[in-house]
C-alpha cells in the first residue's frame, strides 16, 4: 500500500478501536452529588460486610473502594466492579481527623454517616446526600426493589428513634421508674423493625432491620422474632452466608425459651428451707414465675406496686406466682420478701448471676418472667405493670368462661 494511502488507514484504525474501547468501558454502577459542609472529609467509602454480624457494624465492613467528592459535589466509583448477583454494602462518609474509613456513627439516626445500598452488575445507581446528615438526607434512583426497601426502613427507624429514643431534654433520673421507662421504650422502639421485618420481601433489608433491632446482638427479649426470621428466610435462601449465619444465633440453647415451649420441672430451693420442684408450685389456671433480685430496684419495686396486689386480687382464681431470686445473701434476699410483701412461694439458689435455673433458662437479664398455663406451657413473657396485670386479668376472665 502507497505511503499516502497508509496514513489514512492507520488514523482510521486507531479511530475504530479507541471507539471500541470505548463502547466497552461500562458507566460506573454507583455515582452521584454530596453537599459537602465543613468539617467532612471529601471522600467516600465503599463498605463491604464480610457476614452477617459485620452487617451496620462500627469497624467491621471492608473497604473496597473509595472516591473523591469534587468541589461540585459530584463523585463517581469508576474502578468498582459490582458482582453478579446483588449484593449489600455501606456508603460512608467521615469526619475530618477521622482515622478509619470504616467507624459508623450510629447513635443517632439523624446524623448517622452511613448509608445500606445493594448493588448490582449493570445496574447503576445515583445518590444524593448532604455529607452532615449523610444517612437522613440521602435519595437514590433509580429504584431497585433492595434499595426501595432500604430507604423505607431507615424511614421507619428514625421516625421510631425521634418519638420513642430521643431524650427529652434535661433526661430522667436513673432511678428504678427510669429504668423500666426505658426498657418499655426500647420495645416500641424495636416494634416497627420487627414487623419490617416480617413483612418485607427484601431478607437483604430484613437483615439490616434484624441488626438493627439489636447492634450488640443481643436478642434476649425477642427470640420469638430471631427464631422467626430463621425460618422464613432458610426456607427462601437456605444457601446465603448471612442467613445461615443468623439461624446459628437463633439454635437450640443460644436463646431464651419462647412462648409456646414448655418451662423445665426444675427443682428450686425454697425460702423455707423446702426443695419443691416447679410444677409443684404451678397455680391451676395461670402461674407467674418472676425473676428478680434483692439488689434489682425496677423488681422490688414490681413486687410492692404489681406482683403483690395480682396475688392478693387473684389467687383464689387459680393465679399462683413463684419467685426465683439471682441473689447471694439469705439475709437480704429474705428481708426484701418481707419488705416487700412478696409472699408467695420464693427460691432462689443464692449463688447470684452464676444461677443453674436461669442458665437453663437461658435468661441473662432481669426482671423478667414467664406466665405458665396449669401445664407448664409459656403462654407470654416478659409482660410487666400495666400489661402484665391486663394479661392476668384476661387470662383468667376467659379461662372462667
Same mark, same amino acid.
Given at each position: 500500500?502507497?505511503?499516502?494511502?497508509?496514513?489514512?488507514?492507520?488514523?482510521?484504525?486507531?479511530?475504530?478501536?479507541?471507539?471500541?474501547?470505548?463502547?466497552?468501558? +461500562?458507566?460506573?454502577?454507583?455515582?452521584?452529588?454530596?453537599?459537602?459542609?465543613?468539617?467532612?472529609?471529601?471522600?467516600?467509602?465503599?463498605?463491604?460486610?464480610?457476614?452477617?454480624?459485620?452487617?451496620?457494624?462500627?469497624?467491621?465492613?471492608?473497604?473496597?473502594?473509595?472516591?473523591?467528592?469534587?468541589?461540585?459535589?459530584?463523585?463517581?466509583?469508576?474502578?468498582?466492579?459490582? +458482582?453478579?448477583?446483588? =449484593?449489600?454494602?455501606?456508603?460512608?462518609?467521615?469526619?475530618? %481527623?477521622?482515622?478509619?474509613?470504616?467507624?459508623?456513627?450510629? #447513635?443517632?439516626?439523624?446524623? =448517622?454517616?452511613?448509608?445500606?445500598?445493594?448493588?448490582?452488575?449493570?445496574?447503576?445507581?445515583?445518590?444524593? =446526600? !448532604?455529607?452532615?446528615?449523610?444517612?437522613?438526607?440521602?435519595?437514590?434512583?433509580?429504584?431497585?426493589?433492595?434499595?426501595?426497601?432500604?430507604?423505607?426502613?431507615?424511614?421507619?427507624?428514625?421516625?421510631?428513634?425521634?418519638?420513642?429514643?430521643?431524650? +427529652?431534654? %434535661?433526661?430522667?433520673?436513673?432511678?428504678?421508674?427510669?429504668?423500666?421507662?426505658?426498657?418499655?421504650?426500647?420495645?416500641?422502639?424495636?416494634?416497627?423493625? @420487627?414487623?419490617?421485618?416480617?413483612?418485607?420481601?427484601?431478607?437483604?433489608?430484613?437483615?439490616?432491620?434484624?441488626?438493627?433491632?439489636?447492634? #450488640?446482638?443481643?436478642? !434476649?427479649?425477642?427470640?420469638?422474632?430471631?427464631?422467626?426470621?430463621?425460618?422464613?428466610?432458610?426456607?427462601?435462601?437456605?444457601?446465603?452466608?448471612?442467613?445461615?449465619?443468623?439461624?446459628? @444465633?437463633?439454635?437450640?440453647?443460644?436463646?431464651?425459651?419462647?412462648?409456646?415451649?414448655?418451662? +423445665?420441672?426444675?427443682?428450686?430451693? @425454697?425460702?423455707? %428451707?423446702?426443695?419443691?420442684?416447679?410444677?409443684?408450685?404451678?397455680?391451676?389456671?395461670?402461674?407467674?414465675?418472676?425473676?428478680?433480685?434483692?439488689?434489682?430496684?425496677?423488681?422490688?419495686?414490681?413486687?410492692? !406496686?404489681?406482683?403483690?396486689?395480682?396475688?392478693?386480687?387473684?389467687?383464689?382464681?387459680?393465679?399462683?406466682?413463684? %419467685?426465683?431470686? @439471682?441473689?447471694?445473701?439469705? #439475709?437480704?434476699?429474705?428481708?426484701?420478701?418481707?419488705?416487700?410483701?412478696?409472699?408467695?412461694?420464693?427460691?432462689?439458689?443464692?449463688?447470684?448471676?452464676?444461677?443453674?435455673?436461669?442458665?437453663?433458662?437461658?435468661?441473662?437479664?432481669?426482671?423478667?418472667?414467664?406466665?405458665?398455663?396449669?401445664?407448664?406451657?409459656?403462654?407470654?413473657?416478659?409482660?410487666?405493670?400495666?400489661?402484665?396485670?391486663?394479661?392476668?386479668?384476661?387470662?383468667?376472665?376467659?379461662?372462667?368462661?
Amino acid at each position: 500500500m502507497p505511503a499516502s494511502r497508509l496514513l489514512p488507514y492507520l488514523i482510521l484504525s486507531a479511530l475504530v478501536l479507541s471507539s471500541s474501547r470505548c463502547q466497552t468501558q +461500562p458507566p460506573p454502577v454507583l455515582s452521584g452529588r454530596i453537599a459537602l459542609h465543613p468539617g467532612w472529609r471529601p471522600v467516600l467509602y465503599l463498605l463491604q460486610p464480610r457476614n452477617f454480624g459485620d452487617i451496620a457494624t462500627n469497624y467491621a465492613g471492608a473497604v473496597v473502594d473509595s472516591a473523591v467528592i469534587k468541589p461540585d459535589g459530584s463523585f463517581s466509583f469508576d474502578r468498582f466492579h459490582a +458482582p453478579e448477583l446483588p =449484593a449489600l454494602y455501606e456508603l460512608v462518609i467521615q469526619p475530618e %481527623g477521622s482515622r478509619f474509613a470504616n467507624k459508623l456513627n450510629d #447513635e443517632d439516626p439523624e446524623t =448517622a454517616n452511613y448509608l445500606s445500598v445493594v448493588l448490582k452488575k449493570g445496574e447503576e445507581v445515583r445518590l444524593q =446526600a !448532604e455529607a452532615g446528615h449523610f444517612s437522613a438526607t440521602a435519595t437514590i434512583e433509580p429504584y431497585s426493589a433492595d434499595n426501595h426497601a432500604l430507604i423505607q426502613l431507615r424511614d421507619i427507624r428514625r421516625l421510631a428513634f425521634d418519638r420513642f429514643m430521643r431524650t +427529652p431534654e %434535661g433526661g430522667a433520673h436513673a432511678d428504678d421508674t427510669a429504668l423500666l421507662e426505658q426498657a418499655e421504650r426500647i420495645g416500641q422502639y424495636r416494634a416497627p423493625l @420487627l414487623a419490617f421485618a416480617d413483612t418485607t420481601k427484601s431478607y437483604r433489608a430484613a437483615l439490616l432491620a434484624i441488626r438493627w433491632v439489636s447492634p #450488640e446482638s443481643d436478642y !434476649e427479649r425477642v427470640p420469638e422474632f430471631l427464631h422467626r426470621q430463621c425460618e422464613r428466610w432458610q426456607a427462601i435462601h437456605p444457601d446465603h452466608p448471612f442467613v445461615q449465619q443468623l439461624c446459628q @444465633l437463633s439454635a437450640p440453647g443460644r436463646l431464651p425459651l419462647m412462648v409456646g415451649n414448655t418451662i +423445665p420441672d426444675f427443682p428450686l430451693p @425454697l425460702s423455707g %428451707g423446702d426443695t419443691l420442684n416447679l410444677y409443684t408450685l404451678l397455680g391451676k389456671r395461670l402461674t407467674l414465675l418472676d425473676l428478680w433480685a434483692s439488689w434489682c430496684a425496677p423488681c422490688r419495686r414490681e413486687n410492692r !406496686e404489681v406482683l403483690a396486689p395480682l396475688w392478693a386480687k387473684y389467687r383464689e382464681q387459680g393465679f399462683a406466682i413463684a %419467685g426465683y431470686a @439471682l441473689d447471694s445473701s439469705p #439475709e437480704a434476699w429474705k428481708a426484701a420478701i418481707q419488705k416487700d410483701h412478696a409472699l408467695w412461694p420464693q427460691a432462689s439458689h443464692l449463688s447470684g448471676d452464676s444461677s443453674p435455673f436461669l442458665d437453663t433458662l437461658h435468661v441473662t437479664t432481669i426482671p423478667a418472667n414467664f406466665l405458665l398455663d396449669e401445664q407448664g406451657k409459656i403462654v407470654a413473657k416478659n409482660l410487666h405493670g400495666e400489661k402484665l396485670m391486663k394479661f392476668v386479668e384476661v387470662y383468667l376472665s376467659k379461662q372462667g368462661n
